[in-house]
């Protein structure tokens, strides 16, 4: 296995970022469905004041997403990540779409977009929500900037178009990960934009924040420390062991994702809102990609592998 460096991160609250968090919550609208990376570089946007955005609105990304980066050998990319989601909204499991590159997502009938997806260029993308509301935000679709970075050839290259992308339009909140064998990469946005490297290791996204780094929503602020800890708990469990491979970790990550224990699987009683899927994703050496998907929450639906056409696939 690769040597890196890193540390597990423990819970911090977040108090530096100049945020004025007006959020808009998933759960008020779908019942009570409960659910820092070292940084290298930082490029700031103007703010603006931020208003509410009604919760009617909301449509959420992927909301735990697990990246092990440069972790292990020949495989520089490994994902686990659960979507949560209202559970009525339209969505297609993922299929190869040409281009150049080529990419495979799953799709958002809604808006036409995605919430995660890998391309022939070995750039993975992977967005969760950011419970805060932005001025203007919701002008464009988030899945379709996650469509617009699969264009691209690297994620450096995908880091400059996102970054160009806000300047642009006004999305909603939101954590972006873009990943290659050659860079991490998370952007958040918020009326804001931070754009970190992240290092060697594994690193776990939420909606408030990465690695145990946490903001707290208005209406709701003991969710901020709820799922920061979420987070923790999680990059602790899957932090990889000596020896371990890619598929080994993976086999650990289905578990965690699916154990309730985590706070990361979640269930509405009322049937509105929940994990709706789960995705499975490796970058091998010389970008050979392989893509597993459970169509429901992984506490009781099996991972089927996606035909990726990568590497002859």
Request: charged share 25%; with cysteine; net charge negative.
């Amino acid at each position: 296995m690769p040597s890196f460096r890193g540390t597990l991160a423990r819970s911090r609250h977040v108090t530096d970022r100049d945020t004025a968090a007006i959020v808009y919550q998933p759960w008020e609208v779908f019942g009570n469905a409960t659910t820092a990376s070292e940084t290298l570089r930082t490029r700031t946007t103007s703010a603006d004041e931020q208003s509410l955005m009604p919760v009617a609105t909301v449509a959420a990304g992927v909301c735990t997403l697990t990246l092990a980066w440069q972790a292990f050998d020949g495989a520089p990319v490994v994902v686990a990540a659960n979507r949560d989601e209202a559970l009525d909204r339209p969505s297609e499991p993922p299929t190869r779409v040409p281009g150049d590159p080529g990419f495979v997502a799953p799709r958002d009938v809604d808006a036409g977009g995605t919430w995660i997806g890998v391309n022939d260029a070995g750039v993975f993308v992977g967005i969760t929500n950011r419970w805060v509301a932005v001025d203007g935000g919701g002008e464009r679709s988030r899945g379709l900037l996650v469509r617009d970075a699969l264009g691209a050839t690297s994620a450096e290259d995908a880091t400059r178009l996102v970054e160009n992308a806000i300047r642009e339009h006004r999305y909603e909140g939101f954590n972006l990960v873009l990943a290659d064998a050659h860079a991490a990469v998370l952007v958040e946005w918020d009326g804001k934009t931070r754009v970190r490297n992240l290092s060697p290791g594994v690193h776990v996204v939420v909606n408030v924040g990465v690695n145990g780094e946490f903001f707290e929503p208005e209406r709701r602020p003991e969710m901020g420390p709820e799922q920061g800890n979420n987070a923790t708990r999680v990059q602790e469990a899957l932090w990889p062991v000596p020896g371990e491979s890619a598929s080994g970790w993976l086999d650990r990550a289905k578990a965690v994702l699916a154990d309730h224990e985590y706070g990361v699987c979640v269930h509405d009683d009322a049937g509105r809102y929940g994990t709706r899927s789960s995705s499975l994703v490796t970058v091998g050496d010389g970008g050979h990609v392989d893509y597993q998907f459970a169509a429901g929450p992984p506490c009781e639906t099996s991972y089927g592998r996606i035909a990726t056409n990568v590497d002859g696939e």
